[in-house]
């Protein structure tokens, strides 16, 4: 490779300088020096295994030079310049030094095929950049040698040399070496020996990232998969090596992944399906989610830089958008766009609000990782289900009132108690206005005015609430109408504006504010002395009416007794059946009743009971024991589930338990 630098540069000839008289003598020196440069090509070009083909159709031409050169060789002018000698030596001896090249590129070739980088990466690299030199210097330098060897074919042609055979000789020496210079050409396309070591190079590079696939590169890996990269990228043959790195990784994605069973999202989610149904999956979605982008994605991310930055963030860009595309993140966000059409209903309200904020705390991430061109498909699905989860919840939340409307027809609870609906309503409500929730509604309804090109207002979200248990108390009243029995229509409305007083502390109380919790007291109280009055009052009547009788007739005070036994029965009876979840309130009206009755009850039994002793069916201990277990909430079973705090089971709740309070199309 020395020889680069002692080739002359092209000299200008002056055909001026030249007499026109040629002597035999010059002209057996030119031929002498011809046929020497012949012989060297010839030798050089058979030493050359890249040229081998178009030395073979070529070789008995070069050996005919010999023989004929002499014969056919005809100069008008027997006398030649020492000249002509020098300039002719001088342009043959560059063409001379090209195909000496031609011997070490072969060596280096039979290198580059038998040896494997694996071995020595470094010394590999190096051996490709000394042949991609020898060939750069062959291509660069065959196309000088090939001017130097037509202006010796234009010297003697203007120097009156003559021989249409012996033209044809030197015209196919410059064919053979214009064959030379696309040599390294050649040697990058499909078969061609720098083609076989570029793809050499990207075995070995999908090896080490095979190899080391479940932890992050060790820095000598790493080192040697970057310095692959940059040789293959200045050859502009990275591309194999970004795909074979995408689909390793991707595939160890997608092994990390199914240890979290996410055959969920390959579930038909439709507009007919219950939220009820595939709730407990969006809980799954949310955490897969979170964790596939946190854990997984964004170690890619950084992983996929880490390896492809040195040749340019298009290409990492790409590979990462491979490697998320080929790992199932399109199936993640496609579930989440069906669940969006699913039955509305309020749990899915609280489900979407779920996914709101799943989706609002990964929103720095997703536009960090899926900012390339490649991740379009992800932004355009990811902007979809936002939006459908924004609509959806807006929907279903100014709806509320108008449901809660439709449930009035519904029939009012035998036992009296807080219809399901109430419970179901309130404990919604301060979920919403929970501070797990009320932000996320607040950014839901502030994102939905904005684009309705309106500001948000607080007055929004309270106003609505407002409405809601607005409805409920509507409900309230109409179901309070359809009881028959006085004493059952005011435990049941004694019970319901008890619920509400309790709401004191709660976030809906405070919402609706303390007058409004007072009014509820108020009406608690005035329903209970007339529940009293319709209750033991009555019973209270039966002993003492007709107090100016005589009682002390055996006859009387057994009558007496025998009634009063009677409608205590008939009232326990039918009392016990009825319910008074609080057990603060039940505890009251039991104490209070106790204490309007007992006193009486005795004092009339130490008066009158010894004349009927045989019709006394209840001590005062007695009474007092039953009056006290009167009331008792009962246990109800749904299904196999207990559901004695619809608050903490209410993401779980089932239709039946809300009377199907299901949101339909209106």
């Known amino acids: 490779m020395n020889t680069i630098n002692h080739f002359p540069h ?114 590999y690299l190096i051996l490709i950049k ?57 040697a990058r396309f499909d078969g061609g020996i720098l083609a076989d070591a570029f793809r050499k190079l990207e075995e070995e590079f999908k090896t080490l990232v095979s190899e080391n696939c479940w932890s992050p590169f060790p820095a000598a890996v790493l080192q040697k998969l970057k310095a692959i990269l940059e040789k293959l990228n200045g050859n502009s043959v990275i591309s194999d090596c970004v795909s074979g790195y995408a689909e390793i990784r991707s595939r160890n994605v997608r092994t990390n992944l199914e240890g979290l069973d996410l055959s969920y999202l390959n579930l038909s989610v439709t507009e007919s399906d219950d939220v009820q149904d595939i709730q407990g999956f969006i809980n799954e979605w949310c955490k897969h989610l979170e964790f596939s982008v946190k854990c997984v994605f964004r170690g890619e991310y950084e992983l996929c830089k880490e390896v492809f930055d040195n040749v340019g963030s298009d290409i990492w860009m790409s590979c990462f958008a491979k490697i998320v595309n080929q790992s199932g993140i399109i199936n993640f966000l496609q579930f989440g766009i069906n669940f969006t059409k699913c039955k509305r209903d309020p749990v899915k309200l609280l489900k979407l609000l779920d996914v709101f904020e ?219 059946k009825w319910v008074v979840s609080d057990e603060k309130l039940r505890l009251k009206i039991c104490k209070l009743g106790m204490q309007a009755f007992l006193p009486f009850y005795r004092e009339w039994l130490t008066n009158y009971g010894c004349f009927g002793e045989e019709e006394v069916k209840y001590t005062a201990q007695g009474l007092a024991s039953m009056l006290s277990s009167l009331f008792q909430p009962k246990i109800r079973m749904y299904g196999a589930i207990k559901q004695t705090n619809w608050v903490d089971e209410v993401k779980n709740i089932e239709v039946d338990q809300i009377h199907h309070f299901t949101l339909m199309a209106i």
Not at 84 to 111: G, Y
């Open 10 to 123: 092209k000299k200008q000839i002056q055909i001026s300088q030249f007499t026109p008289n040629f002597s035999n003598w010059g002209k057996k020196f030119i031929m002498e020096n011809l046929i020497s440069a012949r012989v060297l090509l010839k030798n050089t070009l058979e030493n050359s295994k890249s040229i081998a083909s178009s030395l073979n159709s070529t070789t008995q031409k070069l050996s005919s030079l010999d023989s004929s050169f002499n014969s056919h060789l005809s100069i008008q002018n027997p006398t030649f310049s020492a000249i002509i000698k020098d300039q002719i030596d001088t342009l043959v001896c560059p063409a001379m030094a090209v195909l000496r090249m031609c011997s070490s590129i072969q060596q280096m070739e039979n290198s580059v095929l038998s040896e494997n980088p694996g071995s020595d990466l470094h010394a």
């Open 130 to 186: 000394k042949l991609e030199d020898a060939l750069k210097f062959l291509g660069d330098n065959c196309g000088l040698a090939v001017q130097w060897m037509e202006d010796i074919l234009r010297i003697l042609e203007e120097k009156m040399v003559s021989n249409d055979l012996y033209f044809d000789k030197i015209n196919m020496c410059v064919r053979i070496l214009k064959g030379l210079k696309v040599t390294g050409e050649r």
């Open 358 to 576: 799943c989706l609002d705390q990964l929103r720095s991430e997703f536009n960090w990782l899926f900012a390339g061109e490649e991740c379009t498909e992800i932004r355009n699905l990811t902007r979809e289900l936002i939006r459908e989860v924004i609509t959806g919840a807006c929907e279903i939340f100014f709806e509320l009132p108008c449901q809660v409307k439709t449930q009035r027809r519904s029939s009012s609870p035998s036992d009296g108690s807080v219809p399901q609906l109430v419970s179901f309503v309130t404990d919604y409500c301060n979920y919403l206005l929970d501070e797990d929730y009320k932000p996320l509604l607040i950014k839901i309804l502030t994102i939905n005015q904005t684009w309705k090109n309106e500001e948000y207002d607080d007055t929004i979200l309270f106003h609505n609430i407002n409405l809601v248990i607005k409805e409920i108390c509507l409900n309230l009243e109409t179901w309070s109408n359809a009881y028959q029995d006085k004493q059952l229509l005011y435990l049941f409305m004694m019970n319901n504006h008890s619920h509400f007083c309790n709401l004191e502390t709660t976030k809906l109380g405070i919402l609706m504010g303390d007058s409004w919790i007072e009014a509820h007291d108020q009406y608690k109280d005035y329903y209970m002395k007339l529940y009293l009055k319709e209750t033991w009052g009555k019973i209270v009547e039966i002993l003492g009416r007709d107090q100016d009788q005589d009682l002390t007739c055996a006859i009387t005070v057994k009558k007496r007794l025998k009634e009063f036994n009677e409608a205590l029965d008939g009232m326990y009876e039918k009392q016990s």
